[in-house]
């Protein structure tokens, strides 16, 4: 059965260091996450939510069948973008999926980026084939990976560029305007403020 955590463990949360991989999901269920939360399964998210649009980021082998399962029972194959760090794990999930939607690895990340910087178009359009998004940090070890070059190479391949992990309004608005797409946020409540004033601006 697929859970959802963001870490291995849950130890930042709860103090309790025993790998997600080694407990079951009974022993998962009984943790009390802070006002009354438990873990939830990935069946259970996509059932609780079915209007929700899901980024699901595959964090080991052994998740990817439950994972796969649980998208499938609930019919959220159109609602969901599936990735994981593990180019071998994505494309394996791609396949059991077709037509789900993806973002590459992180060495798919390094070749759009570098690709973006050339004057070749066949190799842009080659390293985004297959993908619907980017999903990048705005920069890696001080070197930019969120320019105006990388988001019009990918709006010319028709792939959406979503950053992480922006919790900052004024980098939100100013990413925003910069033309992406989508912002990955631990404070969405901030993101919903910053999006809805962006929009009633006009942008």
């Not at 297959?130 to 990918?154: C, M």
């Amino acid at each position: 059965m697929a859970v959802i955590s963001h870490d291995p463990d849950l130890g930042r949360l709860t103090g309790r260091a025993t790998p997600i991989l080694q407990s079951s999901l009974a022993d998962l269920q009984r943790i009390d996450l802070g006002h009354d939360q438990r873990v939830p399964t990935l069946a259970e998210a996509l059932h609780a939510f079915p209007d929700a649009r899901f980024n699901i980021d595959i964090k080991s082998d052994e998740a990817l069948r439950p994972a796969v399962a649980a998208i499938e029972h609930e019919k959220a194959l159109d609602r969901v973008l599936v990735t994981s760090f593990d180019d071998t794990r994505r494309k394996a999930a791609v396949a059991a999926l077709p037509g789900v939607a993806t973002s590459p690895s992180s060495r798919g990340v390094v070749l759009a980026a570098l690709a973006a910087r050339l004057p070749l178009t066949a190799l842009r359009r080659r390293s985004l084939r297959g993908l619907h998004a980017l999903q990048v940090p705005e920069s890696f070890r001080g070197v930019p990976i969120v320019t105006p070059t990388l988001i019009r190479a990918a709006h010319e391949s028709g792939v959406e560029v979503h950053v992480w992990t922006i919790n900052s309004p004024a980098d939100m608005r100013r990413l925003l305007e910069l033309g992406v797409d989508g912002i990955i946020t631990d404070r969405a409540d901030l993101g919903l403020e910053v999006l809805d004033d962006f929009e009633t601006a006009g942008g």
